[in-house]
């Protein structure tokens, strides 16, 4: 779709807004820096949200594989700042939302000014900070705010493109402004309706990215289909797995805590082929892995755990030779609790 | 709620959960079992099973600490299951909301609707492509009924939005407890053949 071409060339810009706004598990150093950047970034600010996600959420995944370090995304980030308003306000202007504030109508009809992000400013601050939010909540006070009040303006200006699209709305703003598309009814429901409509088909089409085999499926019935199965068989091995460890020797599926602190203890060494030991009796469990692991080789566990571009950073030590080790990966980096934990226990 | 969509976004496009979700998982998971270790000698293959999917149906809707529905939901159940286990394992400051929060169950009377329904359709006239469209509508709801009844906490979802959302992070979700409980099972095998 033209969305994602359009979206792949701008990799850099939505992109911090989303880490920034997202992904707080990160603990991105300098947050009072990403505020700051934030609300020159979104200088439309009116972007559809929701339409956004499938492509940056790939872009995501390709700056934090590029990025090693928090240090280096806020560097980039500030030389995008700039350049990336123009392209913002186009964008915003693809999306056909027009802001309330009566400076930004003639920005967002194509015109690329700076200027306009400062009324922005409070909405987007507000924004990351409410990364907290209940969604609930936040849902259903969307779902008020489109059905109460939806200005539509029906000229068609010439230097807009907003024939394309229909927007969706920005959860900061009390209320939002809509232009119809052309030849479409342009009452308040049908408008509520549609957007609704397309929050939920982004939603759908990240879901058919995430169960594998979706995407050629034509057809929203069928895809779900295929989601409840999915689902269905998730759960069903959830079952089936929690019975194999139950039937396991109790002994050992309630010790293997303290198997997988050991691995957890020289993994951190960084010593692949388990050479150092810090534990007496781990120590033959953890060798007798390995050699499982070795010899799993030529039938790679069904379950590996992703060794992409995110892990990369994380697992830089291990470059492993044996693909086998992929479940085992879980241990590195994980905290110091655990050999203290063993150490306890024996 | 974007950031609930955007985390999950950033989830979603690796396809696969992250391996600091694993680990977490992992560490709730075995302070669940902890809590189980005295009582398991005097205990059935079943009995067992059920404390182990309970941990670790716990230890996965923990992670999220509340922010999404299906979350919530699938504590108030473990809850009912077992309290003491879900209370000890959730020694947060959420698990008193967590377990007494609930919220009003969406129900339609089926008879009702489908009876008023049959007197809306007697009204209209049928074109070709109304009626296609038509079923094609029924369809499409009937699925995401069931739906509904897969994902935990789902007759409480008011909209399909926010259903298609929860059923993304707990796709997620599902797939981090899968990969975490398969690593395991296979340790345990390994260890037991040797």
Same mark, same amino acid.
């Given at each position: ?7 792949? *060339? ?6 911090? &807004? ?15 820096? &990403? ?59 693809? &999306? ?83 232009? #119809? ?20 088909? #982004? ?27 999915? $689902? ?15 039937? $396991? ?25 388990? *050479? ?37 950073? $994380? ?32 | ?194």
């Amino acid at each position: 779709m033209d969305l994602s071409g359009r979206f792949g *060339a701008r990799s850099g810009d939505g992109v911090p &807004f989303r880490e920034a706004a997202a992904l707080e598990s990160l603990h991105i150093g300098g947050g009072e820096e &990403f505020r700051q950047m934030v609300p020159p970034e979104n200088a439309g600010g009116f972007t559809a949200l929701l339409e956004l996600p499938p492509t940056q959420a790939v872009e995501l995944l390709h700056s934090s594989s590029s990025s090693a370090s928090q240090a280096t995304t806020l560097h980039s980030l500030g030389t995008l700042s700039f350049p990336s308003n123009p392209l913002l306000m186009e964008r915003a202007s693809r &999306f056909s939302v027009i802001a309330t504030d009566n400076q930004q109508n003639g920005n967002v009809s194509g015109e690329t000014t700076t200027t306009s992000s400062v009324p922005s400013n409070e909405h987007i601050k507000t924004e990351p900070a409410e990364t907290e939010t209940c969604d609930q909540a936040a849902v259903e006070k969307q779902s008020n705010r489109c059905g109460k009040r939806k200005e539509l303006d029906k000229k068609v200006k010439s230097s807009t493109k907003k024939k394309n699209k229909s927007s969706e709305e920005n959860e900061k703003l009390p209320y939002v402004h809509v232009r #119809a598309r052309r030849g479409q009814a342009t009452d308040s429901h049908s408008l509520a309706e549609r957007a609704r409509r397309e929050k939920i088909n #982004a939603r759908m089409k990240l879901l058919q990215e995430l169960v594998p085999g979706c995407d050629k499926i034509q057809g929203t019935a069928l895809v779900l289909d295929e989601i409840i199965n999915h $689902v269905q068989s998730l759960q069903r091995q959830v079952e089936m797995l929690s019975m194999r460890l139950a039937s $396991v020797n109790p002994r050992i599926d309630f010790n293997l805590d303290t198997i997988l602190a050991s691995e957890n203890g020289s993994l951190m060494d960084g010593s692949f082929n388990g *050479a150092t030991m810090q534990l007496a009796w781990p120590l033959q469990v953890m060798e007798t892995e390995q050699s499982y692991h070795h010899r799993q080789l030529q039938q790679p566990p069904s379950q590996q755990w992703p060794f992409d571009g995110l892990n990369q950073p $994380v697992w830089g030590r291990e470059e492993n030779q044996d693909h086998g080790n992929d479940h085992n990966n879980l241990m590195v980096g994980s905290t110091s609790l655990h050999p203290n934990q063993v150490k306890m226990e024996l | 709620m974007d950031h609930l969509l955007l985390l999950s976004l950033s989830l979603t496009s690796l396809m696969q959960p992250t391996s600091s979700m694993n680990e977490q998982f992992l560490k709730k998971w075995q302070m669940g079992l902890q809590i189980f270790r005295p009582s398991i000698d005097n205990t059935s293959v079943s009995e067992r099973k059920r404390a182990i999917k309970l941990s670790a149906d716990v230890a996965m809707a923990s992670l999220r600490k509340g922010t999404t529905c299906w979350s919530r939901a699938l504590i108030q159940k473990a809850a009912t299951q077992d309290n003491f286990l879900v209370r000890q394992m959730l020694s947060g400051i959420k698990e008193e909301t967590l377990i007494n929060k609930k919220l009003p169950k969406i129900v339609c009377h089926r008879k009702i609707v489908r009876r008023s329904k049959k007197i809306l359709m007697r009204r209209k006239s049928k074109s070709a492509m109304e009626e296609v469209a038509a079923k094609a509508k029924k369809l499409v709801k009937r699925k995401t009924q069931g739906l509904r009844n897969i994902v935990p906490g789902g007759e409480f979802m008011s909209n399909n939005v926010l259903l298609i959302q929860e059923t993304l992070d707990y796709i997620v979700s599902l797939q981090t407890q899968v990969n975490v409980m398969r690593s395991i099972v296979d340790a345990a095998d390994a260890g037991v053949e040797r």
